[in-house]
């Protein structure tokens, strides 16, 4: 079944204790790209990477890290968390080119305490 | 100027009922105009999209409807249903010469068809 996949679906974690969230893709997709979600403020993105070893910052990059060392995996690393960053996680891959269709992983929510 | 605002946040229909959400948007360089659809629990998923070059699109009981002068594009659903009951995402992309895939997403819409 072609889908994105992400661990943990849940967590709830300590302020300034290391996490990384995994996303994995079995579609052959070149891009892929993180979102958070927060209520009344929608979807941004992250980071995100057109190609392995290719990443870029989204629109709200500040205290997350990416690495895309495999086509078919993007983790999301938040090296000291903060409660701000308490949020629902969502990765996404496609194709790339002009349909710009995206596909979503069923999502991390994150509690940074 | 590269937002998309979205309207209403929140929406009340009945079973039968024809929900309409709107979204706007600034930067004419726009090219791309999906709508989204999250259930409770699941990730976004494609549900319709629609390029400036047509003013609109069906796909069974959704229909986008598409502004280019007042850059504006709007999601119809007929005859809804309670399956329905969802969060709307619409959004929009610019492909540049390499397409850089990024999507712009408006703050979303509450979705619920009563029975």
């Known amino acids: 079944e072609a889908q994105v996949t992400q661990n943990p679906r849940y967590l709830i974690t300590v302020t300034g204790k290391k996490l990384t969230v995994t996303c994995s893709q079995n579609?052959?997709?070149?891009?892929m790209s993180w979102y958070r979600q927060d209520p009344g403020l929608g979807l941004r993105q992250i980071y995100y990477?057109?190609?392995?070893?290719?990443?870029d910052k989204g629109d709200v990059p500040e205290g997350y890290k990416v690495s895309r060392k495999e086509k078919r995996n993007f983790p999301l690393i938040l090296e000291s968390p903060s409660p701000n960053q308490t949020s629902l996680y969502f990765c996404?891959?496609?194709?790339?080119?002009?349909?710009?269709?995206?596909?979503f992983g069923p999502g991390t929510r994150l509690t940074v305490l | 100027q590269q937002q998309v605002k979205q309207s209403p946040q929140s929406l009340i229909v009945q079973k039968g009922g024809i929900p309409i959400i709107n979204c706007a948007y600034e930067?004419?360089?726009?090219?791309?105009f999906p709508w989204y659809q999250q259930f409770p629990g699941k990730g976004p998923a494609l549900l319709i999209a629609i390029r400036p070059d047509v003013s609109e699109k069906k796909e069974g009981r959704f229909t986008i409807s598409f502004n280019k002068s007042a850059k504006q594009f709007s999601l119809h659903i007929m005859d809804s249903q309670p399956g329905d009951s969802a969060t709307y995402f619409c959004?929009?992309?610019?492909?540049?010469?390499?397409?850089?895939?990024?999507?712009?997403f408006g703050t979303g819409t509450l979705l619920a068809v009563q029975p």
């Open positions: 579609m052959n997709h070149e891009y």
């Open positions: 930067n004419t360089a726009f090219d791309y």
């Open positions: 996404a891959s496609g194709p790339g080119g002009a349909r710009n269709e995206q596909f």
């Open positions: 959004a929009a992309s610019i492909e540049y010469g390499g397409a850089t895939n990024k999507l712009i």
């Open positions: 990477s057109m190609n392995v070893e290719v990443t």
